[in-house]
């Protein structure tokens, strides 16, 4: 079975600081990995995926499979950034796709 | 509206009533999902249709009844619910084949059970 791990609820940062959302999987097959973002009153949407290997508003993430992680980063955080972000698992069993969140990280950056 | 709509976006009903929710997906996608979104479980999967064949109950209480009479429609039909069950639920829909293709979300629609 699949989980995926946000370990903080919350972070808060300042403006203009580093972020990082960090996110770990358990997943025995090859994962594929998202970000969601959830922006207040808007619906869950798609930030990025690990294989397109793209950076999407100023935020990357490399997946890493020997510390089986897939960290979200941005070098300086704006207003704006301030959501709720999903970090999910793509997983296919009995010829279906599942798609495993995990328990999301609030993000508040601090004017 | 493209992408994924969801009717209505806020209901407001009694614990003896029965109610359906409404999800509609112009996607071309061929799976469709319904989520609860609450403050102590933030994504919660209920069902998982796949070519509009069930094949992921995950262990949810049978006053909450999911349909799927097409690929395009989803429905999750409720009756005799508790307070508990107040909360945002979410569908999604995807395609099932290829790799990389990501889930997308209605706005969902916010349940209050009174």
Known sequence: ?????????????????????????????SPELFWYVQYSRQRLQLLLRHISRESIKGFTADLNKGETSFHL???FAQEEDSAMYYCALIAYSGGYQKVT???GTKLQVIP | ETGV???????VM?????????????LGHNAMYWYKQSAKKPLELMFVYSLEERVENNSVPSRF???C???SHLFLHLHTLQPEDSALYLCASSRQEGSGTEAFFGQGTRLTVV
């Open chain 2, 65 to 67: 009844s999911p349909e």
């Open chain 1, 101 to 103: 969140f995990g328990t």
């Open chain 1, 73 to 75: 980063k941005k070098p």
């Open chain 2, 69 to 71: 009479p097409n690929s």
């Open chain 1, 1 to 29: 079975a699949q989980r995926v791990t946000q370990p903080e609820k919350l972070l808060s940062v300042f403006k203009g600081a580093p972020v990082e959302l960090k996110c770990n999987y358990s997943y025995s097959g």
């Open chain 2, 5 to 11: 709509t969801q009717t209505p976006r806020h209901l």
């Open chain 2, 14 to 26: 009694g614990m003896t009533n029965k109610k359906s929710l409404k999800c509609e997906q112009h």
